[in-house]
């Protein structure tokens, strides 16, 4: 059973059909990446899964369980979180540090990773 499933995404804009029918696993402590041309709907599927939006039809499954991430914060509190294409976000701080960006500082290991 792979850990994260995306079932059947549907996502359209006024005027574009980002995704139709996008079916794709993902399993644990894996790599994997998402090649395409410009306005294949890479993003947008990273961000359906993130929970930044909401998809049209389909489902989101993790370890076989159905998951509704309708915002970034129900994603994260299921760890799921997106690292978004912009260069950098604070160029005065480190990459772990923009990477920890949101992340309540209490959050164990935080220390060690701004340390780095």
Same mark, same amino acid.
Not at 9 to 21: E, H, Q, W, Y
Not at 64 to 73: C, S, V
Not at 93 to 110: D, H, S, W
């Given at each position: 059973?792979?850990?994260?499933?995306?079932?059947?995404?549907?996502?359209?804009?006024?005027?574009?059909?980002?995704?139709?029918?996008?079916?794709?696993?993902?399993?644990k402590a894996s790599v994997h990446?998402?090649?395409?041309?410009?306005?294949?709907?890479?993003?947008?599927?990273?961000?359906?899964?993130?929970? =930044?939006?909401?998809?049209?039809?389909?489902? %989101?499954?993790? +370890?076989? /369980?159905?998951?509704?991430?309708?915002?970034?914060?129900?994603?994260?509190?299921?760890g799921i979180a997106l690292v978004?294409?912009?260069?950098?976000?604070?160029?005065?701080?480190? =990459?772990?540090?923009?990477?920890?960006?949101? %992340?309540?500082? +209490?959050? /164990?290991?935080?220390?060690?990773?701004?340390?780095?």
């Amino acid at each position: 059973m792979a850990f994260l499933s995306v079932e059947n995404i549907s996502k359209t804009f006024p005027g574009v059909r980002a995704l139709d029918n996008v079916s794709v696993d993902f399993d644990k402590a894996s790599v994997h990446a998402l090649m395409g041309e410009n306005g294949a709907g890479k993003s947008t599927l990273g961000k359906i899964i993130a929970g =930044v939006y909401t998809p049209d039809k389909g489902t %989101i499954k993790m +370890e076989g /369980r159905e998951i509704k991430p309708t915002d970034p914060r129900i994603a994260q509190e299921l760890g799921i979180a997106l690292v978004h294409q912009e260069l950098a976000f604070c160029p005065n701080m480190t =990459v772990a540090e923009n990477l920890l960006l949101g %992340i309540p500082n +209490e959050r /164990r290991f935080y220390g060690l990773v701004k340390a780095l």
